[in-house]
């Protein structure tokens, strides 16, 4: 019985263009259902709506953290950059890969920031 | 198979109560051979799997089938007498889930040394059964080579000691470890083809271990010729890893990772390459036995740790789609 596992990213190939990041504040707020297990840095995500597991690593777990309806993704690359050893550059890379698959997967959800409506992503 | 009257017989194989009730002389014989030392008189009132094989009566435009029925339900209909017995008991598999609810339960083997509970999670085919029968002949005690039951309130590992089934390519592997298959009888088990049974007390002396807390979580694959190599992998992604092994993660929902992550706390965790039986089995002893590797820290320290590309994965458990399967095969 092989499981669905999709190892959503890993890095972005060589040459590819790197993607606007949102210019929305994002939060992970809405997503208060979700049963999180921290395992040494790490954590495991159980979405009982979709029965889906979710396994993020340490720096994914810092971006899924900075996503609580204020800070744009500009803003948790400079703190990523901040806090890790890894170049604005990259950590503006890293993290706008990270929030698409955090929106694809459902891990946030549209904010309710006061004038866009969807100008934040909340967990 | 020649009949009788129908007779019931009652099995405890560890945690896990068993009435076979059957017409068929041979199947009790072969079964009650198989499980002789978990035999008792009768049922004791606690949660049991009832088995029941019949073959229902000839009709002409039907082929003949046995039917296998576990409470009550026809799980299986194999055509073939050597296909019955381990119908039977891959049916008791498919039940254990459903009326054990007490335990989280994983697809892996088990086996317990010197009090610490090791468990091998794996799917068919990455040789569970060869390294728990090799790990046997080291004075490992078995617990299970299908199953990890996991006691939700303790986490204690429990044995459910069945019958160690293995698939004819493995039969030289086991031979050179001086097993025997039990009654050197062969059957045939669906995809896997012919399969033989040992008989896990026949394995050398007191191969049966109790109840234990998991120390490490060892997940092998089997890749021919290959040098054996344990590498440590995060806790994290263990759980994660066990989760898609887990048979009824989806109807335990969080309670089931409170489980898992609680469980894998207090472990050790690993890949495992194996290659030739005996140095793998040398080398997953040296590691259990000389206690190499420090239990991780149990939380967090809250320090960032050296920067790896932000990384996640998504994945359905298994429990899901056994029950899909249970559902459809029931």
Known sequence: ?123 | MSTGRSKELHFKIGVVRVALKSSHRRLRREYSSLYRQCLVDGPDGSAEIRVEVCRPSYVPWKRRRYHVRINNRVQFEPSRRDEVLPHVDWAINWEVPRVMPQFLQLHASSMEVDGQGVIFPGESGSGKSTLTAGLMTRGWRYLCDEFALIHAESLRLHPYPRAICIKKPSYPVIESLGIKLHGHQHYVKGSKGYVGFINPFEVGEATIGRDCPIRYVIFPKYTAGAQPRLTKIGRAEAAFSLHRVCFNLFNCQSLGLDVLAGMIRGAECYHLVSGEIGRTCDLVSRLVQSGVGEVWQSESTGKLGEYEAARSLTGVCHGRRAEVCSLAAG
């Open chain 1, 1 to 123: 019985m092989e499981g669905e596992v999709k190892q959503v990213v890993e890095s972005q190939a060589e040459g590819a263009t790197t993607p606007a990041l949102p210019k929305e504040a994002v939060s992970a707020a809405s997503r208060s259902d979700l049963t999180v297990r921290e395992l040494d840095g790490e954590v495991l995500i159980y979405d009982a709506s979709s029965a889906d597991t979710h396994h993020l690593n340490a720096t994914a777990l810092f971006i899924w953290r900075q996503c609580d309806g204020t800070n744009d993704a500009d803003i948790i690359a400079e703190r990523l950059s901040a806090v890790y050893d890894v170049s604005v550059e990259d950590a503006r890379e890293h993290v706008s890969h990270m929030l698409r698959e955090f929106q694809q997967r459902k891990l946030v959800g549209e904010a309710d920031v006061p004038g866009r409506g969807g100008e934040g992503v909340s967990r």
